[in-house]
Structure formats: C-alpha cells, structure tokens
C-alpha cells in the first residue's frame, strides 16, 4: 500500500531530524521537513505543541502485508525448481573450515555445499552449533489493533519522539512501542500482556492524536525481531574462517525491507563468489568479530 511515513520530533531531537533529511535528500527520497504549523496544516488532528518539526516521505513510501509477500516470495521459488523440506535443525557438522552438512530431526544428516543462516530469532542457534557466536537475540514485539469512535481523516505512519508508532489497517489501526531495555529479555513465547496497551499506548496516542482519547482494542498479536545487539543492522555475507556459512540474519525488525536485496546478494555469494550488484562487505560478520558497529541515527 502507498502511504507516508511521518517521523515527528522534539526540541531534543530535530537535530537528528534533520540530519537524516539530508541523507534521505542525498540519496534520492522525496521527503520534506514541516514545522508544526505545517504539520497542523496537513494533519489538522495532530498535536503539536511539544513537537520543533515533523519529517514526511511525499512519494515512493508505504507498507506491504509480511506473510502475503513470504508466500509470493515461496511461489515464485517454487516454480524455479525449488524444493522446501519443513523440519528442524538438530545439529551442524563441521569438517575443518567449512559446513559438511546439518542433522534434521526428521530427515536425517544432509550434505550441503553452503549453509545459509536465515534463521531470524533462532539464528544464533543456528551459527553456535557451527561453533560461532553472533550477537543476535529473539526479543518480542507486540502489535496491537484498534478503532476509533470519532476517527481522524487519512493518516501517514506516524513515528512518535517516544517511539510509539501507529498507522491505518482496514477499518481500523494498529500500533505499537519497543520496551526499554531492562524490560526486553531474550523471548520466543508468543504471550500478550494486554495491559501494555491501556497503560503505555493509549495514553501516548491520546497525547499526539486527541481524538484517539476514544478508542476500542480489537485485538494483538505477537512476534520476534532477531536483534544485533550490537548495531541494530542486518549480518550479511560469508564467516572468514567457515567459508561456505553464509549469513542473512540480524535484521532488528527491518527484515521484510530489505528481504528482496539480501536473497540476491545471497544469491550471488553462492553463484559468484561476491555480491554483485550491491557493495555489502560493511555488513559483514568481520565488523561483528572486530566490534566495529554500522550504527543508523534513528531506528524504529
């Protein structure tokens, strides 16, 4: 679906605003910065008497539904020949620098001549019982929906200073907010606690949105991010010492944007060597052994 992000910022932190304006102009977006009588201007239900500037995508922005683009994805790899096995890895056996095979619980051992870890939250699994440590944990994120009594007219995905976020889905919306870190332990359940909505949400969308002061829960869900916790950034590309471990995992919650470059740089380390068409060596496992983090201004 095409529709805009709207990043929102304070006094605290419009610097960073900016700053990233200017990279997104650099390279080609179409964003405009709005102060906030602009801001009320386009978006008449928004609060803005805390907020110093708003940035606002005006083109080539939107969402896409994860699961129906997997399936695409699945199809389409299918039709090309490939064959999926559904089973679970039990174990990884090593022949000096390089991956022999993996055990499957059900199947049995299976040679391989590359072993991709894609294995999102439980990639860290995965690399260790290949005997190699990554800094990525399964930490949970809940989405809540909602609807509105007296509901405010079209809406961009608004990015809160507070890190709230909320955009339109169906008749409704749905939301959500990243816990601080001392309440965001290593997690795979898929339990909702429910009062995180009324006690942390509804207040913070209350506050930027007076209108959503009138709102009904209808429903949550759960999922994972698989968490670099050392930059925030994916892990791409070979091990240095097992050569044919590929590595596509660490995504911190951006996997679904950038699942289509990294299957083809993937694609290319296998079939050539390298990736060809993007330059994706920074994000290599070498800055992860050296401690040299990629860092992002802002991260949703």
């Not at 339109?168 to 601080?180: A, L």
């Amino acid at each position: 679906m095409r529709a805009a992000y709207l990043f929102l910022a304070t006094a605290a932190g419009v610097d960073g605003l900016r700053a990233n304006h200017e990279t997104k102009r650099r390279l080609g977006a179409d964003v405009a910065v709005l102060s906030p009588d602009e801001l009320v201007e386009r978006f008449p239900w928004l609060a803005v008497d805390d907020l110093a500037a708003g940035s606002l995508g005006l083109s080539g922005e939107g969402w896409v539904d994860p699961y129906g683009l997997l399936q695409a994805f699945r199809r389409k790899a299918r039709s090309l020949g490939v064959s999926y096995v559904k089973d679970r890895v039990a174990g990884v056996r090593r022949a000096g620098g390089r991956v022999a095979g993996i055990e499957l619980e059900s199947s049995g051992e299976v040679a391989c001549g590359w072993l991709v870890d894609a294995a999102g939250p439980r990639a860290v699994k995965v690399a260790a019982m290949a005997g190699v440590a990554l800094p990525v944990h399964p930490r949970k994120r809940v989405v809540f929906s909602f609807v509105c009594q007296d509901a405010p007219g079209p809406t961009p995905l608004v990015i809160d200073p507070t890190g709230m976020y909320f955009r339109p889905e169906g008749e409704g919306y749905i939301t959500g907010i990243s816990p601080p870190p001392e309440a965001d332990p290593d997690c795979l359940d898929h339990e909702v606690d429910y009062t995180w909505f009324e006690d942390r949400l509804w207040p913070l969308l209350a506050r930027r949105v007076p209108a959503f002061e009138a709102i009904r829960m209808t429903g949550a869900w759960a999922g994972h991010y698989a968490v670099n916790t050392l930059d925030g950034n994916a892990i791409l590309g070979p091990h240095p010492d097992v050569r044919n471990l590929l590595f596509a995992n660490g995504f911190s919650g951006h996997g679904i944007q950038q699942s289509p470059t990294v299957g083809r740089a993937t694609a290319e380390w296998i079939a050539f060597g390298a990736s060809r068409s993007l330059d994706l060596r920074r994000f290599g496992f070498e800055r992860i052994a050296a401690g040299r983090p990629v860092r992002e201004r802002a991260i949703v």
